[in-house]
């Protein structure tokens, strides 16, 4: 049985909620998914006053933990067309697995939100997948199979490089169903591949 890690970072929701989802989608092929996500950096008062969403269930990961998984699905908003602060602080604390060559072989992929539909979804899980790739992760996206990405009746969230969602400019819109669909959808690829790897 594979096992899957859903790391990610989420200011306001969205990707809490699509990292749940992600992680549903894993378990439905039969995979165990853990979520986790990393600390936050900016200070509690100034968090509050940016209305962040602190009360997030997901226990805080530690470098340490990324190397005990056969996969790891990265899900963070985006920041001006990458990744925030927060993750990559993170991530770049993993140099003495990256040193050992500790995630040589594993399963990979990312997810993420962004206010617009053009505001830098791509780049963002581009600015992730390089992580992924420096670390010798293998790089699962969503595929066209998730055919709600596709849609035209409504704006919807999705590439072929990850599950993505539009949180609104004030990030009052939550994740569509389709939205859901896709994170749950690329969740299974990711088990899927890692089964077929590590069984």
Not at 34 to 40: L, N, W
Not at 94 to 120: D, I
Not at 144 to 153: A, K, P, V
Not at 163 to 175: L, V
């Amino acid at each position: 049985m594979a096992k899957v890690l859903v790391l990610y970072y989420s200011s306001y929701g969205h990707i809490e909620a699509m990292a749940e989802a992600v992680a549903e989608g894993a378990r439905s092929v039969g995979a165990t998914a853990d979520i986790k996500r990393v600390p936050e950096t900016v200070p509690e008062e100034i968090a509050k006053g940016a209305h962040f969403k602190l009360d997030q269930a997901a226990p805080i990961a530690a470098v340490a933990d990324l190397e005990h998984y056969d996969a790891i699905i990265i899900g963070a908003p985006t920041r001006f067309g990458r990744m925030p602060s927060q993750l990559a602080a993170f991530l770049d604390q993993a140099g003495g697995l990256w040193a050992r060559g500790a995630l040589n072989g594993k399963v990979g992929a990312a997810f993420t939100s962004s206010a617009t539909q053009h505001g830098g979804n791509e780049t963002t899980l581009f600015s992730i997948i390089t992580n992924l790739f420096h670390f010798g992760l293998t790089v699962v996206g969503l595929p066209y199979s998730h055919q709600g990405m596709m849609t035209l009746e409504e704006i919807v969230g999705g590439a072929p490089y990850g599950a993505t969602t539009i949180a609104g400019g004030d990030g009052s819109r939550k994740p569509s169903e389709i939205e859901l669909s896709g994170a749950r959808h690329q969740g299974e690829k990711v088990a899927e591949v890692a089964t077929k790897l590590f069984g």
